[in-house]
């Protein structure tokens, strides 16, 4: 009973309050035939009832995204089947997709009447206008009597996931000329011996494997070296996104938008120019980096990429440090930092190897850069990284990503960019 209530709709509760009506006033005055009407009033809504509750209403649910990861403002083609596993041939239901209301409008669809294993496959379009993890269902069935009397409704509970990527914006052709170590044009030492004919070796690190000892060399030059994993003329380039919240704020902010689609931009340019891209991003963990080495892998995890606590910097930059040491280009596109941090930020700049940083947050989008104060830690920021070697550049709201990126790319032997 409290079940069959609940699936009343307004005219069913009203044909069941007319129907007690009518049935208590033809007793009470001995009509037989208001009684009757009374009495079809009440039995009514409870015969419609058998319709809509006739079938459960179980269905399986199955979603493909062609493709699985779009682009903002790309669209995105979604496939939804629907089979009827009961014995009980289902009724004809109303069916709307439940969707993040950033992929757009809920779709509605009328489904046929399905026999036992038989499949509808049904398709609609969306179109992300937000980076990240967007959710795909659940799918929400409605079925009402066609008296409209008894409404049932219930929520398949499959889900499914379309990542949306963030923007890529073309950088020009100009790219910032790598140094040192691993960049175009500088070969070290090489040993061709036993074979070894692509070894590089390099100086010993704290932390470096004793068994990459490399001891030919070590006997001819004097001091401890080992060999060298990466090829030597690989052009390398490292990207750094700074997301935390103290400079971004705690939600999905203009500068967070702007960091993640420049550091996007950044990875796809540079692997056009020939570079070995490694972006460094925060974790899901706090605290903790993460690295990814193709364009694939790295876009997703820029989608994924939300304010987080300010420990993440750390985390971030002690990743960073043992990515750097075979040199090339390194990109921070970072906030602004506290004296010692812009000092971990520095040191990530082998030498010989080009720094760029282009440094924004809520501060540096809010209006001109000519309006910071004196002192202020984004302009210490950006002075102690040109202090290092670094071309530095204060993003403003009117710098465009194409803009900012020709800017840094341009190695200046004194001052700053």
Not at 81 to 97: G, Q
Not at 188 to 196: K, S, V, W, Y
Not at 402 to 413: K, L, N
Request: charged residues 20%.
């Amino acid at each position: 009973m409290p079940a069959f209530l609940r699936s009343l709709t307004v005219r069913g509760h009203v044909f069941i309050g007319l129907g007690v009506a009518l049935l208590l006033t033809g007793l009470g005055l001995g009509m037989l035939d208001l009684t009757r009407i009374g009495v079809l009033l009440i039995i009514l809504p409870l015969l419609t009832s058998l319709i809509t509750h006739r079938h459960s209403l179980t269905f399986g649910v199955a979603r493909r995204a062609f493709p699985a990861r779009v682009q903002i403002g790309q669209p995105a083609t979604i496939e939804l089947s629907i089979v009827n596993p009961l014995r009980t041939r289902s009724p004809v239901i109303a069916a709307e997709e439940v969707l993040d209301y950033s992929l757009g409008d809920r779709p509605r669809f009328v489904l046929p009447s399905l026999r036992r294993g038989q499949t509808h496959t049904l398709r609609y379009e969306v179109r992300g206008s937000v980076r990240g993890r967007h959710h795909l269902g659940p799918l929400a069935l409605s079925v009402t009597d066609p008296f409209g009397l008894t409404d049932r409704a219930v929520h398949m509970q499959s889900t499914a996931e379309l990542i949306v990527l963030p923007r890529i914006v073309t950088l020009g052709t100009s790219s910032t000329g790598a140094h040192g170590v691993g960049s175009e044009g500088t070969i070290p030492h090489m040993i061709a011996l036993h074979g070894e004919d692509d070894v590089s070796v390099r100086d010993y690190r704290d932390g470096d494997d004793l068994r990459r000892v490399h001891w030919p060399a070590t006997a001819r030059t004097g001091s401890l070296m080992v060999r060298q994993e990466d090829r030597p003329a690989m052009k390398r380039a490292i990207v750094l996104l700074d997301s935390r919240e103290s400079v971004h704020g705690p939600t999905i902010s203009p500068s967070l938008e702007w960091a993640v689609t420049m550091a996007a931009s950044v990875v796809a340019h540079t692997e056009r120019q020939g570079y070995a891209v490694h972006l460094i991003t925060a974790s899901p963990d706090p605290g903790i980096g993460q690295e990814t080495n193709r364009t694939a892998t790295s876009l997703e995890a820029l989608a994924l990429v939300t304010p987080g606590p300010d420990e993440d910097l750390a985390g971030v930059l002690h990743l960073a440090g043992g990515s750097v040491g075979a040199g090339g280009l390194v990109v921070a596109i970072i906030g602004s930092c506290s004296d010692d941090e812009a000092k971990a930020v520095a040191s990530l700049r082998p030498p010989g190897s080009v720094g760029a940083a282009l440094i924004v947050d809520r501060s540096t989008l809010a209006g001109p850069i000519d309006d910071l104060p004196l002192g202020s830690r984004v302009l210490a920021t950006a002075e102690a990284l040109r202090g290092a070697g670094w071309n530095a550049l204060i993003v403003d709201p009117w710098l465009t990503y194409s803009e900012a990126w020709q800017r840094i790319s341009v190695r200046r032997v004194a001052g700053g960019v």
